[in-house]
């Protein structure tokens, strides 16, 4: 049985029944190690560092026992690592690639190489680590990034220190980019130190080892636990953290506040070329850092480990706004931050031309990711909310560096040309071009409400498959909470709204902002139905269907094009109506003229805000019985007194009269929806019917 260890630094999650179920399964217990290891981000952030582990197989020909290595795969995460994501392959064919090794200045064949490796033929890709995990013997070994053994590693006298802490136990190699050449440089840093424990490598992570998969997972916390006390023992002691405090932080409440203001106006400047998707952080970790006196040292001086800076760019931009300034005027924030951002691309374009070679991919997107706020937090923009968030915490490690280093030593970042040699690499473009195509509203950022209705669920639902981040709005807070755990993380967020109070809707639209940066789609899904004739539609019927369906929209259209505008960036706002607003249907005079209020305020608005780039629809369902909560209640009853016919009677009444014969559901409304966002991309100030077709409330 072993013991649970203390540690003040690190986690110790081992779990020695959870291990002892597994049995002598090794690469079991080696992604089980992986997954303890990824659950804390102070040791590696997403998809930052490889585990593996060396088993004796049978050879599939021969029977004979041969040495297998499992080590996880190109692009995997060792926080959610599986048996699907690692790669399987013969230790000693890896090992015969020194014999046709050519030198460093061909590199990058040898990653095809490893394919004529493979033991196991359903292997994810090879990863360009392989070479240096085949080439230790160790049974199991981790390759991490903590941010207490990359501070050492980055510290102006890093090598020193590590024979500080460590004497002759652990090794050291200079900086150089992972590859094959450098997993020679370990095994000869083996050779030489035979009875070290594990290696740190400069500017870049630790390599460390264990006889078993428990003995390697105890042995990297406790040299990641050495060098996070050596660190918290000298850290503001000769002088403060980062050099001390130079801006105070606003409250929380009005950090957000600025936050929302300011993100719209950020996400626009950082979608210049493709639209990107914004996530915000006041994390302590993050303030006591853009508050500093320190940084406009350091921030210019980029990260130092590939892992950081290919997710967040060589630099930040840090802002030179006051954390109280005045937000509300967004043309003059504007005009203020635009040149901050042109110096940026340009400065982009210069590390770009001075460091490329004759076969680098063309320049990327040189806009910013990461944007800093004195007094406020930190901005992060990416292709996607996961990206943004991972950019996020891999900053906010970089970070940690910055402040270890410093307490220790001096911080040191990689030269710009090893660094351009890392985001450019040849092998990287490949993997960026295996990535599977973006969805048709990857980017895009919608608020959908009436979202835990049928039509509303249905419609968020659609916008998310199809890539769109969305914020759920609705009345109940319960529902929400059902649908955004059925999206999952990094998808949706969700926010209770009433659409007829202004300030509700104001608070929804922050919760987006907050969530995702801004706002490209709204869909007005909100709704009620009230079926009374003339006599009995008294005036509070009235006034409830003004307000949610008209007032609303207006209100949602008003608040959003307000965000759309600090983007710069187009929207679409899309109203869902009914074929009621078209046709005089009996029994209806509340809901008909509210829902034909509804579709002539899109008209208007779509001839008001064509010219910039803002798209404005109808879509008018007919009949959605199937799974709609307007059908469970009164409405229902007043329709079928309408038609002379039974409750249990409408599904059928509805699916016979339209021209189809078809039974409108709330998935058809969804499509619908993203027919205007996705196919009809030149379409305003159009009615598109979703009703089976109903002769009667044809538009032309």
Same mark, same amino acid.
């Given at each position: 049985?072993?013991?649970?260890?203390?540690?003040?630094?690190?986690?110790?999650?081992?779990?020695?029944?959870?291990?002892?179920?597994?049995?002598?399964?090794?690469?079991?217990?080696?992604?089980?190690?992986?997954?303890?290891?990824?659950?804390?981000?102070?040791?590696?952030?997403?998809?930052?560092?490889?585990?593996?582990?060396?088993?004796?197989?049978?050879?599939?020909?021969?029977?004979?026992?041969?040495?297998?290595?499992?080590?996880?795969?190109?692009?995997?995460?060792?926080?959610?690592?599986?048996?699907?994501?690692?790669?399987?392959?013969?230790?000693?064919?890896?090992?015969?690639?020194?014999?046709?090794?050519?030198?460093?200045?061909?590199?990058?064949?040898?990653?095809?190489?490893?394919?004529?490796?493979?033991?196991?033929?359903?292997?994810?890709?090879?990863?360009?680590?392989?070479?240096?995990?085949?080439?230790?013997?160790?049974?199991?070994?981790?390759?991490?990034?903590?941010?207490?053994?990359?501070?050492?590693?980055?510290?102006?006298?890093?090598?020193?220190?590590?024979?500080?802490?460590?004497?002759?136990?652990?090794?050291?190699?200079?900086?150089?980019?992972?590859?094959?050449?450098?997993?020679?440089?370990?095994?000869?840093?083996?050779?030489?130190?035979?009875?070290?424990?594990?290696?740190?490598?400069?500017?870049? =992570?630790?390599?460390?080892?264990?006889?078993?998969?428990?003995?390697?997972?105890?042995?990297?916390?406790?040299?990641?636990?050495?060098?996070?006390?050596?660190?918290?023992?000298?850290?503001?002691?000769?002088?403060?953290?980062?050099?001390?405090?130079?801006?105070?932080?606003?409250?929380?409440?009005?950090?957000?506040?600025?936050?929302?203001?300011?993100?719209?106006?950020?996400? =626009?400047?950082?979608?210049?070329?493709?639209?990107?998707?914004?996530?915000?952080?006041?994390?302590?970790?993050?303030?006591?850092?853009?508050?500093?006196?320190?940084?406009?040292?350091?921030?210019?001086?980029?990260?130092?480990?590939?892992?950081?800076?290919?997710?967040?760019?060589?630099?930040?931009?840090?802002?030179?706004?006051?954390?109280?300034?005045?937000?509300?005027?967004?043309?003059?924030?504007?005009?203020?931050?635009?040149?901050?951002?042109?110096?940026?691309?340009?400065?982009?374009?210069?590390?770009?031309?001075?460091?490329?070679?004759?076969?680098?991919?063309?320049?990327?997107?040189?806009?910013?990711?990461?944007?800093?706020?004195?007094?406020?937090?930190?901005?992060?923009?990416?292709?996607?909310?996961?990206?943004?968030?991972?950019?996020?915490?891999?900053?906010?490690?970089?970070?940690?560096?910055?402040?270890?280093?410093?307490?220790?030593?001096?911080?040191?970042?990689?030269?710009?040309?090893?660094?351009?040699?890392?985001?450019?690499?040849?092998?990287?473009?490949?993997?960026?071009?295996?990535?599977?195509?973006?969805?048709?509203?990857?980017?895009?950022?919608?608020?959908?409400?009436?979202?835990?209705?049928?039509?509303?669920?249905?419609?968020?639902?659609?916008?998310?498959?199809?890539?769109?981040?969305?914020?759920?709005?609705?009345?109940?807070?319960?529902?929400?909470?059902?649908?955004?755990?059925?999206?999952?993380?990094?998808?949706?967020?969700?926010?209770?709204?009433?659409?007829?109070?202004?300030?509700?809707?104001?608070?929804?639209?922050?919760?987006?902002?907050?969530?995702? =940066?801004?706002?490209?789609?709204?869909?007005?899904?909100?709704?009620?139905?009230?079926?009374?004739?003339?006599?009995?539609?008294?005036?509070?019927?009235?006034?409830?269907?003004?307000?949610?369906?008209?007032?609303?929209?207006?209100?949602?259209?008003?608040?959003?094009?307000?965000?759309?505008?600090?983007?710069?960036?187009?929207?679409?706002?899309?109203?869902?109506?009914?074929?009621?607003?078209?046709?005089? =249907?009996?029994?209806?005079?509340?809901?008909?003229?509210?829902?034909?209020?509804?579709?002539?305020?899109?008209?208007?608005?779509?001839?008001?805000?064509?010219?910039?780039?803002?798209?404005?629809?109808?879509?008018?369902?007919?009949?959605?019985?199937?799974?709609?909560?307007?059908?469970?209640?009164?409405?229902?009853?007043?329709?079928?007194?309408?038609?002379?016919?039974?409750?249990?009677?409408?599904?059928?009444?509805?699916?016979?009269?339209?021209?189809?014969?078809?039974?409108?559901?709330?998935?058809?409304?969804?499509?619908?929806?993203?027919?205007?966002?996705?196919?009809?991309?030149?379409?305003?100030?159009?009615?598109?019917?979703?009703?089976?077709?109903?002769?009667?409330?044809?538009?032309?």
């Amino acid at each position: 049985m072993q013991e649970v260890q203390t540690f003040n630094h690190v986690n110790f999650l081992w779990d020695e029944e959870h291990a002892s179920s597994l049995g002598d399964d090794q690469v079991a217990l080696f992604l089980y190690r992986s997954n303890i290891l990824g659950a804390d981000l102070r040791i590696t952030n997403y998809g930052g560092g490889n585990t593996s582990c060396k088993t004796i197989e049978k050879h599939p020909l021969t029977k004979e026992d041969v040495e297998v290595m499992w080590v996880k795969g190109s692009g995997g995460d060792i926080g959610t690592l599986t048996r699907s994501g690692i790669a399987g392959l013969y230790t000693d064919r890896i090992r015969s690639l020194k014999n046709v090794y050519r030198g460093i200045e061909h590199e990058d064949e040898m990653v095809a190489l490893f394919y004529h490796c493979l033991y196991d033929l359903d292997s994810r890709a090879p990863s360009i680590d392989t070479a240096l995990h085949g080439l230790l013997p160790f049974k199991h070994i981790d390759h991490l990034h903590p941010d207490a053994l990359i501070a050492i590693a980055a510290a102006k006298n890093g090598k020193e220190i590590t024979k500080e802490i460590w004497g002759d136990k652990m090794g050291w190699v200079p900086w150089q980019r992972p590859g094959f050449d450098l997993g020679l440089q370990l095994e000869k840093c083996l050779n030489d130190n035979p009875e070290i424990r594990g290696i740190v490598l400069g500017s870049h =992570g630790l390599f460390t080892w264990g006889e078993t998969s428990y003995d390697c997972y105890l042995n990297s916390l406790e040299v990641i636990e050495m060098a996070s006390e050596y660190i918290a023992e000298r850290e503001g002691k000769d002088r403060p953290v980062f050099g001390g405090e130079k801006v105070k932080s606003l409250p929380e409440d009005k950090r957000r506040t600025q936050a929302t203001l300011l993100a719209p106006i950020l996400r =626009g400047f950082c979608s210049s070329h493709k639209d990107m998707i914004g996530h915000y952080t006041d994390d302590s970790r993050v303030l006591q850092f853009v508050n500093s006196h320190d940084l406009e040292k350091l921030a210019p001086l980029g990260t130092s480990c590939p892992d950081h800076f290919l997710r967040t760019k060589i630099k930040p931009l840090v802002l030179d706004l006051s954390p109280n300034e005045d937000l509300t005027d967004h043309e003059s924030i504007k005009a203020k931050l635009a040149p901050a951002f042109t110096q940026y691309r340009a400065d982009y374009a210069v590390y770009y031309d001075n460091c490329k070679h004759p076969n680098s991919p063309p320049m990327r997107d040189p806009n910013p990711v990461v944007i800093l706020y004195p007094g406020v937090g930190m901005f992060t923009f990416a292709k996607n909310k996961q990206t943004a968030r991972v950019a996020a915490e891999f900053y906010t490690n970089a970070i940690n560096v910055m402040r270890g280093a410093e307490a220790i030593s001096e911080y040191t970042s990689l030269p710009r040309q090893e660094a351009f040699d890392i985001e450019y690499w040849l092998l990287e473009e490949d993997k960026l071009k295996r990535q599977p195509p973006e969805k048709p509203l990857s980017r895009k950022i919608a608020v959908v409400t009436g979202a835990a209705g049928g039509i509303g669920r249905a419609i968020a639902e659609k916008l998310a498959l199809e890539g769109a981040n969305v914020l759920l709005s609705d009345l109940t807070e319960e529902n929400l909470k059902e649908i955004d755990a059925e999206l999952g993380r990094d998808v949706s967020a969700y926010a209770v709204a009433d659409v007829s109070k202004e300030s509700s809707i104001e608070a929804m639209y922050e919760a987006a902002i907050l969530a995702f =940066g801004g706002v490209d789609i709204i869909v007005h899904s909100a709704g009620l139905a009230i079926s009374k004739p003339l006599a009995e539609t008294e005036s509070k019927d009235w006034e409830l269907l003004q307000n949610v369906l008209v007032k609303g929209q207006f209100l949602l259209a008003q608040k959003g094009v307000q965000i759309m505008r600090k983007q710069g960036t187009g929207g679409n706002i899309i109203s869902i109506a009914s074929k009621n607003g078209l046709v005089s =249907g009996p029994n209806n005079v509340g809901y008909g003229t509210a829902k034909a209020a509804q579709q002539h305020m899109s008209r208007l608005l779509a001839a008001e805000l064509g010219s910039e780039g803002i798209r404005v629809n109808t879509v008018n369902p007919d009949g959605v019985i199937v799974g709609s909560k307007i059908w469970e209640g009164e409405w229902a009853e007043g329709r079928a007194k309408a038609y002379g016919i039974n409750v249990d009677e409408l599904p059928a009444h509805y699916a016979k009269r339209n021209l189809l014969n078809e039974i409108i559901l709330p998935a058809d409304i969804a499509d619908g929806v993203f027919a205007f966002l996705a196919v009809a991309k030149k379409s305003t100030g159009n009615i598109l019917n979703v009703d089976g077709g109903m002769a009667s409330a044809f538009v032309r």
